[in-house]
């Protein structure tokens, strides 16, 4: 009963969070409405008693929102938040895309007969995760984590604002790069 | 698998009052350090967080122009929110509020929480050295979490499990913190730096006026400088399990136990501030990055070699 | 709760975040409406979990989803990032070399 309960306020505030997200004139407001969006969702995964997945998604999103909140504040040229102003192109469109795919997803979601539960969850589901993921599914694993490298690899490249020859000189001549701050470790 | 109690959820209303307790310690002793350099007597220190509680809670709150008071009011009211939510999942001795199957993971998200916490308490009072003080936490976050969350994952290895009552029942031989010595350490490190306590106090620090304390008074205040001391007391607390052998000791039962290292855990912590100078959140990432980091990665290869 | 009901609840989610993806102007609240949808597919896929198939396969998917999506953000930001110190803007419509 609770359950349920706490399974649709979180539901509701999923979606009215989501919608916040585009409808608010604040940087702050949008990422951290997002964040709590998806701490919404986390909480409806907890009820589906995936406990490690759940507390999963809470935690990196709300670690991710942190940090998009200063995406949003460094690189919006403007302040909508001190001038109100619609920042939006063809968004008639885009109303009737998203319409049209909300009511044909939710048409195939109440209509489609989905199938019966096959098995139960096991009964340690963090373990029975840990378990696929060292085991029969560990080549997934094996492809996820190059793809996250070169991901930071990539991101670097792209995102840093220094290439290597600024740091350490034309012919890569010095032995200590030259960098405006200087780190911790004494190099 | 240790059998554990789950407690009815009434219990639930002890667990702040609980925390509350432990962290007005500590706020005394911080607050005796303090007096100790200044040359006041004991009496002043030891009574200095009620006085200031006193003080705090009568004072007439000030709110600074075109604030963002939602998302201030989410900073401040969450501190103490999230230290709770830390605590509850400690088994004390045989009970526990919350059993949680991912208590460890549990803990990090809780502690992530407190990425967004001080940001937003730096965001809402629309102010400068508000601001600057919740951007240099996030950066002092970069640094800090992700040698976090390999010293966390040391224990759990050791254990085979997440849950922290199992976490403390598999140290029956010998304290994690014994042969984990760099997990711990970076645990505590971790511990005062989310905090913005001590040497890590960046987000909160007088060399910005203040920072996010900057604009704050009255009870928005009180909320801020007493859920850092939660958070701190909530650290303390889940150190005990994950490092400290839980509730295991001699003659005293294991809740008296559990509260005795937790204080004494406090004290390090809350102590840390009167022994070192600020360290700068830039400096300090690359420390975090390239020795911290590789530390507790080999921590973790020595945790899995010596539970197997 | 069923599982018909809690698509519904992810489609509604997904279509908000189509909608914003499809008319922000701005680079990173595009990036937000794709995060949402993603939200979205993390729901829907727990729910098919818990209703249909509670195997452990579902979670490695799940734990993908999640993968993907650091991915997104993390290369989003930092195109973003290129952008912005390379032309100024943040506006979807000032690159758009891969149009034509």
Known sequence: MIGTIVFWVAALVAVAAGVEVFRTDSMARASYALAASFVAVGVMLLAFELDYLGVIVILMMVMEMAIMALFMIMLMGMNPALMPMSMVHGKRTATVVAAVVFVGLAAAALLIPWPDRAGAPAADLTRSLGDAVMGSKMLVMLTVSPVLFATIIGALVLGHPRDRYQRYGDDLERDHPDDPIQGGVGR | MPEVTTLQPWWAALAPVTLLTLAAAGAAMAGAQTARRRGDGPLVAATTPLTETWRLLRQRRRVPVAADRVLWHVAVGGLPVVAVLMAVVVPLGSVVLVDSPVGVVWFNAMDVMLWALWWLAGWGPNSTHSLVAGHRFLGLALAYELPLMFALTSPAIAAHSLRLADVASAQQGLWFAVWMPVAFGVYLLSAVAFSSWGPFAVAAHSDLAGGVLAETSGVDRWLVLAGRHLVLAAAALVAVPLFLGGGAGPVLGPVAWTLVKALVVLAVLELSAGRAPMIRPERFAEVGWMVLLPATVLQMLVAAGGAS | ?100
């Open chain 3, 1 to 100: 709760m069923t599982l018909s009901l809690v698509l519904v609840v992810a489609a509604a989610l997904f279509a908000v975040g189509l909608w914003g993806a499809l008319s922000q102007q701005v680079v990173v609240m595009v990036m937000m409406g794709i995060e949402l949808m993603i939200n979205a597919v993390i729901l829907a896929g727990g729910a098919f979990w818990w209703f249909t198939t509670p195997s452990p396969d579902g979670q490695v998917l799940l734990l993908v989803v999640i993968a993907a999506m650091t991915v997104e953000m993390a290369m989003g930001f930092a195109v973003a990032l290129l952008l912005h110190r390379r032309r100024g803007t943040d506006m979807t419509d000032m690159a758009s070399e891969l149009k034509r």
